[in-house]
């Protein structure tokens, strides 16, 4: 029962983290129908940024070493500036491509932010002890937690509700989910489109580089390919919660937490090397059997 | 003039294209330089590999993730058959006997290559033809995935978590030729086949063409197979010229850089597929030699390593923007302007100066008049 119990949390707190991803490339999908896979690129982007760069074997920190509260405003202002960048050079002038088209550019911006970061920092793995008090665990009636992920999954609701909030409360959040509805019909309105992709963008730069922090503190190592399975799994997150709905995203990014945490805890350890195609399995059968996926996405029907 | 002139010139693209990589081929074998071989051999690889991507996306107008997943599957069937007994006896134990005790020709191993994608293809291409636009994409995606999650974990198949070894190093230049040659032919008899002109068909405007009794799916199918069998046998290529491989040399990188080659040259002709080949692969050696440092009079010019992955990138990236339809502007070689072609405006002409927002339909597709149509009816727009 401890051993169940335990598995759910650890469950819950995977699940908040693909949530998070899940969310900023779901945002994405809803507006500008681009599947970004640069979305853990940004991620990759948001830990690196805390150590000096340089190719040496040990990683010597430089905004990793200041205070929290200076800390996580500088990260997130540098995976936010990331995001806008690529928005700017990419994707503003891809906007009105199809969405395969812009999932090869996401694909392209993917691939130079990764060799970007092997070129600067060396493709070695460096380890990195950010917050290592988070790490030690807490003990709730008899559990063992580690405050990590009660953390986690706090940070995750916390941001949740307040891009909730945001969308449901705010002019600017009204106009994101009115283009995210019907896009041109929203510029006929008056809503200015770049502003609302950028914002967009923002937001998902916003979300990675909090998914960048607590991922680091919990995996403790560096790599330039380390944002890869996350946006993998997210990915398939948004395709199971259905795509272009933002709820769905979320309920995906923790159905697919807990799915993996289960497979990997209770598949027979032959199997276990095959999670990933149990996995990406679902996500044909999703796409078969109900293409719109868990929630429906109110914009999705196709009129001819 | 006689009909074999005539028959010629009619399909002289083809033709010209494979004169072209062919004296591209022997002035490279005549200037003697190993280095350039081996580069070469890689690139006529990869162009096989690019033209049977090209056989299912340029015809059909769906972009495929998963094709890296078919190449596998080719190399690894041909491994089986040609790599050296003894070791996968040693190493490959759930090879079933027929294929661990023999060592087969290579000829054979590359029917093998192509025949084992071809029916995978088959069966996944049953259950997911049917998807449009982005899902079908992204089930392409996700069969990527599967299969390199199944082949690095099956390991006393596949070696997955080592490496699938000894294998004859035999393929050269000019087995490559032969095999990207074979890979044009088939091609282009593909597309001006009743087949072939009627998935084009059922890409430009799915509607119309499904109105004429094309049955799309069926059509989609036989080009998805046929592509599989030819990436397939670029995967066999690539095992007989590695000599030892790994399931990671058919991933996310592959699959980046094949459809870059297709991008840069235009998804929408087998031009665009053979010329994109040529040119990324300049691209990358041209980069790869500055990364290695060359000295010009008085000064050395390296770049930084990772330079030649980021221009690749970047020139992925300026096409996708600057040309979206990339350089051969779908078009094939030697299509005037004037002529009947320049009448016959491609998908991605359209779809790149259409409408202001992004494609709502997601399948690439517009209709005919489509653009017109919503001009007129900017209040009450079809999507």
């Known amino acids: ?54 190719t040496d074997v040990t990683a010597r920190m430089l905004i990793g070493a200041w205070s929290w509260p200076a800390l996580i405003p500088s990260i997130c202002l540098i995976v936010i500036i990331v995001a806008l960048l690529t928005y700017a050079l990419v994707f503003r002038p891809l906007r009105r491509t ?58 995750a609701l916390l941001l949740m509700a307040a891009l909730t909030l945001f969308l449901k409360r705010t002019l600017l959040g009204i106009q994101m989910r009115a283009s995210a509805e019907d896009f041109r019909m929203a510029q006929y309105l008056g809503i200015r489109g770049n502003v609302v992709i950028g914002l967009a963008f923002g937001i998902s730069g916003l979300l990675a580089a909090v998914v960048s922090l607590l991922y680091l503190t919990q995996s403790g190592s560096l790599s330039h390919v380390m944002g890869v399975p996350l946006a993998l799994y997210a990915f398939v997150a948004v395709v199971i919660g259905g795509m272009g709905s933002l709820v769905g995203s979320v309920a995906g990014g923790f159905l697919v937490g807990i799915i993996v945490t289960f497979l990997q805890a209770y598949l027979p350890p032959d199997l276990r090397g095959f999670r990933d195609a149990f996995a990406f399995a679902i996500v044909i059968l999703v796409l078969l059997l109900r293409p719109a996926g868990l929630i429906q996405a109110k914009n999705v029907v196709e009129r001819v | 003039m006689s009909k074999t002139v005539q028959l010629l010139i009619r399909h002289r693209s083809p033709i010209i294209l494979a004169a072209c990589v062919a004296v591209l081929v022997a002035i490279s074998v005549m200037s003697g330089f190993k280095h350039l071989q081996v580069s070469l051999t890689e690139m006529l690889i990869r162009m096989t590999i690019v033209i049977g991507i090209y056989v299912f996306i340029g015809n059909s107008g769906i972009l495929s993730f998963g094709h890296i997943g078919f190449v596998c599957i080719g190399a690894y069937a041909a491994g089986w058959m040609t790599a050296d007994p003894d070791w996968k006896q040693l190493m490959l134990t759930g090879l079933p006997s027929f294929l661990q005790d023999e060592q087969y020709p290579f000829m054979v191993a590359q029917v093998g290559a192509m025949l084992l994608p071809a029916i995978v293809a088959l069966a996944l291409g049953a259950a997911i033809m049917r998807l449009r636009g982005i899902a079908a994409s992204i089930a392409t995606f996700a069969f990527l995935m599967i299969v390199q999650s199944f082949y690095s974990n099956w390991d006393s198949v596949t070696a997955g978590a080592s490496s699938l070894a000894r294998l004859p190093t035999i393929v050269d230049p000019w087995i490559g030729l032969a095999f990207a040659v074979g890979a044009i032919a088939v091609a282009y008899l593909f597309q001006v086949s009743r087949w072939g002109l009627m998935l084009r068909a059922s890409r430009d405007d799915d509607v119309a063409a499904k109105a004429s009794a094309v049955r799309i799916v069926r059509e989609r199918l036989i080009a998805f197979v046929l592509s599989a069998a030819i990436v397939g046998a670029g995967g066999g290529l690539y095992a007989e010229f590695l000599g030892s491989m790994t399931v990671n040399e058919f991933y996310l990188e592959m699959t980046f850089i094949t459809l870059a080659m297709l991008v840069v040259g235009g998804i929408g002709s087998l031009t665009g597929a053979v010329v994109g080949t040529v040119v990324v692969t300049f691209v990358i050696e041209f980069l790869r030699t500055l990364e290695h440092g060359v000295s010009l009079s008085a000064t050395t010019l390296q770049l930084p390593s990772g330079s030649q992955e980021i221009g690749l990138g970047v020139v992925m990236a300026l096409i996708l923007i600057l040309r979206p339809t990339g350089l051969s502007r779908g078009r094939e070689l030697l299509e005037w302007r004037g002529g009947a072609a320049a009448l016959r405006e491609t998908v991605a002409d359209r779809s790149a100066r259409a409408a202001e927002i992004p494609d709502r339909s997601g399948s690439g597709v517009q209709f005919k008049g489509q653009e017109k149509y919503e001009r007129a009816n900017l209040e009450d727009s079809p999507r």
């Open chain 1, 98 to 155: 199809p969405s395969p088209t812009l999932m090869i550019a996401s694909f392209a911006v993917s691939y130079i932010i990764q060799n970007g970061v092997l070129m600067i920092y060396g493709s070695r793995p460096k380890a990195v002890n950010l917050w290592a008090g988070l790490n030690s665990p807490i003990f709730i009636g008899g559990l063992r937690l580690p405050l990590l992920e009660i953390v986690t999954i706090a940070v």
């Open chain 1, 1 to 54: 029962m401890g051993e169940f119990l335990q598995n759910i949390v650890d469950a819950l707190s995977l699940g908040s983290m693909y949530a998070l991803v899940a969310l900023g490339i779901g945002l994405l999908f809803g507006i500008l129908r681009l599947i970004n896979f640069a979305q853990g690129d940004f991620i990759t982007i948001g830990c690196y940024a805390l150590i000096v760069p340089s």
